[in-house]
């Protein structure tokens, strides 16, 4: 992703679909006045722009420095810190945080310690915005492919020509959600994403 992705992602994915744009803006309205917002896999920082107009304060974290390259290039008054979804480990720290087009690059069981990770990252009842890309259509058949080939996967995985995503239930996203302690305050199915507005209870202590 570094050397492939990152020099032509905004040229290429850039744009903000309208769901995002919209999910987005109800995000803020549930932060408080120039809230402190993480950003977890953010990329080179597409979403940034309308946080900033709001008079966010924006923490970056992906796991790809290419991606963290162009976003400091961008945004360098922003701080970015190079980190993995599974890795986060913030403790209250935030009013807010969103991780838009990032999960269906989760492996299923990393899925409760993501959402996890996202729901103790901000203040008690602060907002999380998250999105889950909606299944391919030939999901059935590179999965029946893959068990053919021997491949360990699990049903909504979805391996080809070298790549990877992960598609859960929707059913199963509320159950995580729910697990991790987590309100759903709003969620939308457009423009080929779920698109979620959870609440959490508050912070616990990282393990």
């Known amino acids: 992703m570094d050397t492939l992705f990152a020099p032509v992602y905004d040229a290429n ?5 309208p769901s995002h744009r919209a999910m987005i803006t109800r995000f803020l309205g549930l932060c408080p006045a120039s809230p402190r917002v993480l950003d977890a896999a953010c990329g080179t920082g597409k979403y940034w722009p309308m946080l ?27 701080l970015v810190q190079r980190l993995g979804l599974q890795d986060l480990c913030f ?3 935030f009013d807010g945080a969103i991780c ?3 999960m269906e690059n989760v492996f299923p069981e990393d899925w409760p310690v993501v959402l996890a990770n996202l729901i103790r990252a901000v203040r008690p009842g602060g907002p999380v915005y998250l999105t889950v890309e909606l299944a391919e259509d030939d999901l059935e058949d590179v ?12 049903p909504g995985e979805y391996l080809k020509d070298g790549g990877y995503h992960y ?3 929707l059913s199963q996203v509320r159950d995580w959600a729910d697990t991790a302690g987590a309100a759903i305050v709003a969620d939308l199915t457009t423009d080929g994403y779920y698109s979620l507005l ?6 616990t202590l990282c393990k």
């Open 198 to 203: 959870l609440r959490g209870p508050g912070p």
């Open 52 to 78: 900033q107009q709001a008079g966010a304060q924006i923490v970056g974290v992906d796991q790809s420095g290419g991606m963290l390259r162009q976003a400091g290039t961008k945004f360098p008054d922003v």
């Open 13 to 17: 994915w850039g744009r903000i679909n």
């Open 100 to 102: 838009v087009d990032a």
């Open 167 to 169: 598609y859960p239930e």
């Open 143 to 154: 999965y029946a492919s893959a068990l053919a080939a021997g491949e360990p996967v699990v």
């Open 91 to 93: 403790v209250a720290e």
